[in-house]
């Protein structure tokens, strides 16, 4: 098979893994067809997304809505990105706070969501590192939105507090937002098991070598 990718499918940082609302791809504006031309690699969406759930999932609404999804926003103009991300979020309504605009299956590195101050803004790509922590929403916030966050960060803290299933995107527990990462305190072990099971291995593939 092929060998792994060893760099990010959609490049770094930037709007990168967009949810496209199916209304707004409906209208037809100009605005779509200049996003239809200058994307592609996308997911197509929309069937029965938006039902097929028992409203106990952790897909949020902006997911459920969509037409598209993972599309790579990050190359447009920043003025075109701005419109797109008025519409987008006015497309959820229903929402009281942030809703999200991220898918998160191929989400960049450096990925943040829009300014905290003005939802309407793209976290600009000259910001810091810190900068962007402090004023742009993070990448969880942006794929999950605040309020289903809040609820998956309490489920994360009272099954996993020290956070041992961990990976960049993933839902953090409550107690280390801001913090470091704990240490993990690791048993020591004996190898022999290990060893001979490898052995073991290697006899298999000696033996079927032959054949």
């Known amino acids: ?13 930037g709007w990168c893994s967009a949810q496209i609302p199916k209304s707004w791809l409906a209208e037809a504006g100009k605005d779509v067809y200049e996003v239809l031309f200058q994307t592609g690699g996308e ?22 809505g969509t037409g598209l999804s993972s599309t790579n926003l990050s190359h447009l103009d920043v003025e075109l990105q701005e419109r797109l991300l008025k519409a987008f979020i006015s497309d959820n309504t229903t929402e ?22 003005d939802i309407t803004k793209i976290c600009p790509e000259d910001y810091s590192l810190e900068q962007k922590e402090e004023l742009c ?30 990976c960049y995107p993933c839902v953090k527990p409550k107690k280390m937002q801001g913090t470091e990462d704990p240490p993990i305190q690791v048993e020591s072990f004996s190898l022999r098991g290990v060893e001979q099971s490898f052995s073991s291995l290697l006899g298999i593939w000696a033996l079927f070598s032959f054949f």
């Not at 990718?5 to 959609?10: E, I, M, N, S, Y």
């Not at 028992?54 to 897909?59: F, L, N, T, V």
Request: net charge negative.
């Open 137 to 166: 929403y993070s990448i969880q916030e942006s794929i999950w939105g605040i309020e289903i966050l809040d609820r998956l960060e309490a489920i994360k803290t009272a099954v996993d507090p020290d956070n041992l299933f961990d």
């Open 43 to 64: 997911h197509v969406t929309g069937g029965n997304v938006g039902i097929a759930h028992d409203q106990m999932s952790a897909i949020p609404p902006a997911a459920r």
């Open 1 to 13: 098979g092929p060998l792994p990718g060893w760099t990010p499918d959609k490049g770094y940082g």
């Open 96 to 117: 009281r706070t942030f809703p999200g605009i991220t898918e998160p299956n191929h989400v960049c590195p450096d990925s943040f969501g829009p300014i905290k101050s």
